[in-house]
């Protein structure tokens, strides 16, 4: 699995949001900037082209820093655990995160470090957070994709429903001006370059739920529903923005 081209893929579908977003923010062109989560630096690549911020990128994966380091070389980046935040109080001016709160052990945890390291009058962002719970697969025959999805989800420790309790979590953690909502959605056929990550995906996830031989007519069916124009798949993605 390509991994930064997957993560790529995600943040191609965040763009237009993150624009908004990053707008109501209202960066500095010198704003300390960190992401928690930040992967192989899918994100922290594009913001570095962008503006002139100072960056900051944490991770778990020392391999996916490494990564990062390639992709965004003007990035400081570290290994750490977002549940414990190794920096000071008040240092970010900005602070957020991009599909991770669904796979950590403590959300609620994760958000309050993220405003702790947020200076009074700064913003933290969730980007976007899923909620496999109210996905709609169509035609009827891959309905059962989503079903099987979750389950395999919360076996791997994530929460596939953390897209609804974004706000709650946010206001818990005493974020003020807090403002949530779901991501929009379209489908046409200039999408389907895509479906060969999101089987990727799919096959690594279902792997001790379905045999190959059933994997590979789930992406038939798959396949043939886009052509025919009638295939529809949407996960809510909720985002969520709140001032310190």
Same mark, same amino acid.
């Given at each position: 699995?390509?991994?930064? &081209?997957?993560?790529?893929?995600?943040?191609?579908?965040?763009?237009?949001?993150?624009?908004?977003? %990053?707008?109501?923010? &209202?960066?500095?062109?010198?704003?300390?900037?960190?992401?928690?989560?930040?992967?192989?630096?899918?994100?922290?690549?594009?913001?570095?082209?962008?503006? $002139?911020?100072?960056?900051?990128?944490?991770?778990?994966?020392? =391999?996916? =820093?490494?990564?990062?380091?390639?992709?965004?070389?003007?990035?400081?980046? =570290?290994?750490?655990?977002?549940?414990?935040?190794?920096?000071?109080?008040?240092? %970010?001016?900005?602070? %957020?995160?991009?599909?991770?709160?669904?796979?950590?052990?403590?959300?609620?945890?994760?958000?309050?470090?993220?405003?702790?390291?947020?200076?009074?009058?700064?913003?933290?962002?969730?980007?976007?957070?899923?909620?496999?719970?109210?996905?709609?697969?169509?035609?009827?025959? @891959? $309905?059962?994709?989503?079903?099987?999805?979750?389950?395999?989800?919360?076996?791997?420790?994530?929460?596939?429903?953390?897209?609804?309790?974004?706000?709650?979590?946010?206001?818990?953690?005493?974020?003020?001006?807090?403002?949530?909502?779901?991501?929009?959605? $379209?489908?046409?056929?200039?999408? =389907?370059? &895509? $479906?060969?990550?999101?089987?990727?995906? @799919?096959?690594?996830?279902?792997?001790?739920?379905?045999?190959?031989?059933?994997?590979?007519?789930?992406?038939?069916?798959?396949?043939?529903?886009?052509?025919?124009?009638?295939?529809?798949? %949407?996960?809510?993605?909720?985002?969520?923005?709140?001032?310190?």
């Amino acid at each position: 699995m390509n991994w930064h &081209a997957r993560y790529r893929q995600q943040a191609r579908w965040t763009q237009s949001l993150r624009a908004y977003l %990053f707008g109501k923010a &209202a960066i500095a062109a010198n704003a300390q900037c960190l992401e928690v989560g930040c992967g192989t630096g899918a994100l922290l690549e594009e913001l570095s082209l962008r503006q $002139e911020t100072l960056l900051h990128g944490l991770d778990t994966n020392f =391999l996916a =820093l490494r990564e990062a380091a390639v992709h965004a070389p003007s990035a400081i980046l =570290l290994c750490a655990d977002g549940h414990a935040l190794p920096y000071p109080n008040g240092l %970010f001016d900005l602070t %957020f995160c991009h599909y991770l709160l669904l796979w950590v052990r403590d959300p609620l945890r994760v958000i309050s470090e993220m405003r702790r390291v947020t200076r009074p009058g700064g913003v933290v962002l969730a980007l976007a957070e899923p909620d496999y719970g109210g996905r709609i697969d169509y035609p009827p025959e @891959l $309905e059962s994709l989503g079903i099987l999805q979750s389950q395999a989800l919360r076996t791997q420790g994530a929460d596939p429903e953390i897209g609804r309790k974004l706000a709650g979590l946010f206001v818990q953690a005493g974020l003020r001006q807090v403002e949530a909502g779901i991501l929009g959605a $379209e489908w046409n056929t200039l999408t =389907l370059h &895509a $479906e060969s990550l999101e089987w990727s995906v @799919l096959a690594s996830d279902l792997a001790e739920y379905l045999s190959p031989q059933d994997l590979q007519t789930f992406q038939h069916q798959d396949t043939t529903a886009r052509q025919n124009g009638q295939r529809v798949l %949407f996960v809510p993605t909720f985002f969520a923005w709140g001032r310190v």
